[in-house]
């Protein structure tokens, strides 16, 4: 039958265990296939599925695959390319990111390993009950909007006067709606914040952690992310850059455990 690609439909059983059998890799792809959320490809292998592409709603495609897919990266990265949905981001296999960049003929703001970490309620341990880790107020909005600018500096090499101001804003209070947000510090003068990137039956993905960086003030991701391990059922998973050591260890404090790898490209 060899390796094929069809259009990944909602209600199909196989393509919706694949990311769920894949741990933290599959994360994304498995609480949007449980919501319906089906726009992407499904990549079969002599009748199993061996990989998935789902192009997310905000701009994000997560390429999910096993070694059922080795030897046919370039099938994957064509049919990405000549797909109809729009993507800027995208977390996957090295070998099928890299085919990507050199594809795609656009410019590239970041491209870099990405490290996984995932870690539970008892992993939390007794950092899991400090009680001030709170949802943000009004007063909180433009601190929020602050922390968001810098990560796309320092994380995405996105300059602030390149972010939409309105998007940001709107951004920011549909997060504060949905109760997708959680900070520590007094209302107006937060000190960290993380959101939830995504919840469901893969468990919780934590996105967006930033700490501001005025003196004295240390430990407060370890704390925000431990808080925010206990406060769920399912595990708590991120990926962060390899190469940044001290997110990692506030991770590692948290109780969290390094999980996999995977590369990340951001297109300009």
Known sequence: MGFRARKLR???DAAAEFPRSQGVRGAYGVKALAAG?????VFDRDGSVAAIAW???RGNLVLVSSDGSRGFEDDVVGRVLASRYAWRIALGDAAV?????????????AHRDQVYYVGGRADAGAL??????RKPVRAD???????????????????????????????IDERCREGA????GPPGELWCKL???????????????????????RGYATALVAGAMAANDTPASLHVAAHNAPARRAYEAAGMREAGTCRLLLLG
């Open 195 to 217: 959101d939830l990137g995504s919840e469901g039956p893969g468990g919780v993905v934590l996105v967006g952690v930033y700490t501001f960086p005025e003196p004295g003030r």
């Open 55 to 57: 192009f997310g709603p």
């Open 10 to 12: 909602r209600g199909d």
């Open 37 to 41: 959320v089906a726009d992407g490809w």
């Open 97 to 109: 990111i890299d085919g990507i960049r050199a594809r795609v003929g656009r410019s590239v703001l």
């Open 181 to 184: 947000t959680l900070v520590l």
């Open 141 to 171: 909005r433009e601190r929020l909007a602050r922390a968001t600018l810098a990560l796309n500096a320092s994380d995405l090499n996105i300059a602030p006067d390149r972010v939409d101001r309105r998007w940001l804003y709107r951004t």
């Open 128 to 133: 899991g009950a400090r009680a001030d880790v």
